[in-house]
């Protein structure tokens, strides 16, 4: 248990800039506040590895907030998941 409480309390690798831990993080995704959610699932797309996204976000998550957060994704990162849509048959979001 002390492991996970641990986990919990640290600042994950992809948030350097920001003094938030793994809960902060996870609070700020579940949390009523739009624009902060769209920040982290941002921020997460670009900077966490691969399997790590699925650790925070879903595949439907993303796509529901899609519109907003491609909006601030740097252009290759959009590129980049504009095709993945495109190639999981979802068509262009």
Known sequence: ???ETD????RPYFIWDYDLTED??????????????VQMMVRI??????????QYLTVAEVRRY???IARWLRPE?????TWAWE?????TT
């Open 1 to 3: 248990m002390s492991g």
């Open 7 to 10: 986990r919990v309390k640290q």
């Open 24 to 37: 902060d993080v996870r609070s700020i995704l579940r949390g009523d506040n739009e624009y902060e959610k």
């Open 45 to 54: 797309l670009e900077s966490a590895r691969w399997e790590d996204i699925w």
């Open 66 to 68: 899609w519109q907003q």
């Open 77 to 81: 990162i959009r590129e980049a998941w």
């Open 87 to 91: 190639m999981w048959g979802y068509g």
